[in-house]
């Protein structure tokens, strides 16, 4: 089984500066952790994912941290947009064959203008 | 290439009625997954297809809830008899192969029960 533990639940920062949300996770079977981006009223949608060969993995301004000891990952929004504005969900694959995905609760981010 | 659909959109139903909700994945993709989003809350795996088979169906109510995902035709999540508990978000991803890190997701039906 896996379990996803993500953090905070909600968050505000104001234009520019920078977003960091938390994942903790419990199994250590699978080797992908993603991270998904839900605008209200829409479906999740991919946003970075990272595979445990490396700490860190950056798009554009967005960078995935990982912590393969601590079995811990952290995405940070650089230079955050009103337009970032959405909820994020981290997730890690579970089940027997690691085909489905475990989410976590979700965090809200409201960026101010 | 239009990405995974899924209609009705929204759908409101009254406790005792059946809602079937509809997931046809992308072209190519022969593995769906279904998830719930209760409000407030992430996704949680309810159902795991891959043509005419299923594959994990262990997130799925044991009473109730029927998936199924024919050679021919979208994949269907049935809901026989709702109640107000299952007022919820449905969301269907699909995938090529089966991978996990590749999932796509459609954009939901959100299901009120009346």
């Known amino acids: 089984q896996q379990q996803v533990k993500q953090s905070p639940q909600s968050l505000i920062v104001q234009k520019g500066g920078i977003s960091i949300i938390n994942c903790a996770y419990e199994n250590t079977a699978f080797d992908y952790f993603p991270w998904y981006q839900q605008f209200p009223g829409k479906g999740p949608a991919l946003l970075i994912a990272?595979?445990?060969?490396?700490s860190e993995k950056k798009e554009g301004r967005f960078t995935i941290s990982f912590n393969k000891s601590a079995k811990q990952f952290s995405l940070h929004i650089m230079d955050s947009q009103p337009g970032d504005s959405a909820t994020y969900f981290c997730a890690a694959p579970g089940g027997t064959s690691g085909s489905r995905l475990t989410f976590g609760e979700g965090t809200q981010l409201t960026v101010n203008p | 290439n239009a990405g995974v659909m899924q209609n009705p959109r929204h759908l409101v139903r009254r406790r005792g009625q059946e809602a079937r909700l509809r997931c046809s994945p992308m072209k190519g993709h022969s593995h769906v997954y279904w998830y719930r989003q209760l409000p407030e809350e992430g996704l949680k795996f309810m159902v795991y297809?891959?043509?005419?088979?299923?594959?994990?169906e262990s997130g799925m109510p044991k009473e109730r809830f029927s998936a199924e995902f024919p050679k021919e035709g979208p994949s269907i999540l049935r809901i026989q008899q709702v109640v107000r508990g299952d007022s919820a978000a449905y969301f269907c991803a699909s995938s090529p192969s089966g991978r996990y890190d590749e999932q796509f997701f459609g954009p939901g039906t959100r299901l009120t029960v009346l």
């Open positions: 990272i595979r445990p060969d490396v």
């Open positions: 297809l891959q043509k005419e088979n299923i594959i994990d």
